[in-house]
């Protein structure tokens, strides 16, 4: 077997046959332009997969909204904690962020709701209006309106609180898939239960179809990352969002305003 030859060897074969090209016909490549060369290359690079990227987030958009799949949302009336009616065709315009829990809660739903608050924070900086925060209560028994704006006023001030009878709780469980074992009525005694729920955020877009969904492995960065991503997509692609004040800033203004003047 012929041994290989060294790399000494090598190098100095490489240099003879760069001695080789005449002076003038030598080809430099200047560091400035290797620079540029190797920043567009690394911008093609970026570009390329940030495409990928966006490209299989609107697939998976697409596909939920596709027909005969099982379908993530739907028609449902349930109540504010002011008492006023609130139905999905309330969620248009902006994405929504809708959590299911309940007020009982021991622990899951008071950390999944101060991620909720400081993702919104995070988004409301970036994206300023464009995300409604929705707390749906799965516990119609005991989270009247008055318990749930009690407890919502320890999170973010713009989350929504919406309330429904027992049917109704159920109707709006059964379209977001959210499992509902609460019972109809509870006897005296046995107040003290806990209502299995799921713990996700459901991203809705503005036209009130499922997006994707946020887990509990998801931290406040992520969580924001994953809904400034579709506003993103959302706003790329020329579609309408809405960016009036969200309530709760409209009532701080409100407040804040000096008082009108009368004659
Ligand atoms: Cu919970």
């Not at 290797?34 to 998976?60: C, P, T």
């Not at 955020?201 to 036209?207: I, K, L, R, W």
């Amino acid at each position: 077997m012929r041994p290989l030859p060294s790399l000494h060897i090598v190098l100095r074969e490489v240099k003879s046959r760069r001695q080789a090209v005449p002076p003038h016909r030598r080809t430099y490549l200047h560091p400035r332009s290797a620079s540029l060369f190797l920043a567009v290359g690394a911008g093609m690079i970026f570009y390329f997969q940030y495409e990928k990227k966006r490209l299989e987030r609107k697939r998976i958009v697409e596909m939920s909204k596709g027909y005969g799949k099982p379908k993530v949302g739907g028609p449902f009336t349930l109540k504010d904690i002011d008492g006023n009616e609130f139905t999905e065709k309330d969620l248009l315009g902006k994405y929504s962020l809708i959590y299911f829990g309940f007020s009982h809660c021991p622990d899951i739903c008071p950390d999944e709701l101060d991620k909720m608050g400081e993702a919104l924070d995070i988004i409301q900086d970036r994206a300023p209006n464009t995300v409604r925060p929705i707390f749906i209560s799965c516990d119609p028994n005991r989270d009247t309106p008055d318990v749930l704006k009690a407890y919502l006023a320890e999170f973010h001030p713009s989350i929504i609180g919406l309330v429904g009878t027992w049917q109704q709780t159920k109707d709006v469980c059964k379209q977001y898939r959210v499992y509902f074992s609460t019972p109809p009525e509870f006897k005296p005694g046995e107040e003290d239960y806990l209502v299995d729920h799921s713990i996700y955020f459901y991203v809705m877009d503005p036209e009130g179809d499922f997006v994707e969904c946020i887990g509990r492995q998801d931290t406040p960065e992520s969580a924001a990352a994953i809904v400034l991503q579709h506003v993103r997509d959302w706003r790329r692609e020329k579609k309408p969002i809405d960016t009036t004040p969200l309530p709760y800033l409209q009532k701080k203004e409100q407040a804040q305003a000096p008082p009108a003047r009368t004659q």
